[in-house]
Every structure is written in C-alpha cells, then in structure tokens.
C-alpha cells in the first residue's frame, strides 16, 4: 500500500493516443477553414463576408491548439520518455495511424535537441 504508482508512465499511450487525436481533428479543421477562405476569398464581395472572416478566424484557432498539442506531447515525452519506447506494441498506433504527426514531431523536437 505504501508503493507509489506513477499513473503518468503507467497510462502514458491512452494520454498520448486522446493528444494526438485532437492534433489530428485540429489540423484537419484548418484544412477545411482554410479551403473555405480561399474559395471565399475570390471576390471583394466575399472578403467581406462574415464567412470569409470566420473561415479566417477559425484558421488562425486551430493552428494555435495544434501547436498547444505539440507542446503537450513534448511535455510527455520529458516526464516519460515515451519517443524512445515506440517500438513497443502500445505506441504501436503512433506509426500506424498518425505517422505524419510523429514524423512532425520527430523533425520538430528531435532536430532541436541534436544542436
């Protein structure tokens, strides 16, 4: 009962899979607001709509929680070290699933860390 269990490292895949999933939903959201500005933005009458200016607004929401995500995901890798431990099968999703996300990932914070 005194043994301390440390629920970070113990649940470190279903926190990194919930991070990763929103990083995912995020970007893709940019990409339709981003779509939806550009088709918008054609014309003078449709710069100003308030569709255009949402689309706009929306673009520049979702890449800030996109990059609160990467964040997030440095954030564990330090208290966990869960990068080095992907060729275990629970990270398996990681390469599967969101491999353009860890490849963003690696390039972003391992390049960092070589310098």
Do not use: P
Request: glycine residues 6%; positive net charge.
């Amino acid at each position: 009962m005194s043994q301390q269990t440390d629920f970070t490292k113990r649940y470190i895949a279903t926190i990194l899979k919930k991070v990763v999933s929103e990083i995912h939903s995020n970007q893709r959201r940019k990409e339709r607001a981003t779509e939806r500005s550009m088709v918008t933005s054609k014309s003078a009458n449709e710069v100003r709509s308030m569709r255009h200016w949402r689309a706009s607004g929306d673009i520049e929401f979702f890449y800030a929680e996109t990059e609160k995500g990467f964040c997030d995901m440095k954030q564990l890798d330090d208290l966990t070290g869960w990068s080095g431990n992907l060729h275990q099968t629970r990270f398996s999703f990681m390469k599967e699933k969101h491999g353009a996300i860890l490849g963003e990932y690696l390039k972003r914070y391992r390049s960092k860390e070589a310098e």
